[in-house]
């Protein structure tokens, strides 16, 4: 399953059902860039403004990898 949202107001996500039961799960996510006001989203993370492309991949167990994702057409 795939969900993604901006970051303007997903730490509202936290009390919909589906993202409460994907959290309980420790399903893996990736935060792209998004500002700090919106407190933890994924673990213990927090968004930050970054280049396009890169985020943190968070992980159940591990700790998170900034990783670089790519477009291709």
Known sequence: MIIARASGGAARSAFEPVMQRLRELGSPGLLLSGTRDE???????SGQPM???RGNLVVRGRPPRLIQTALLT
Do not use: E, F, S, Y
């Open 51 to 53: 280049r396009p492309g």
């Open 39 to 45: 407190g933890h989203l994924l673990g213990n993370i």
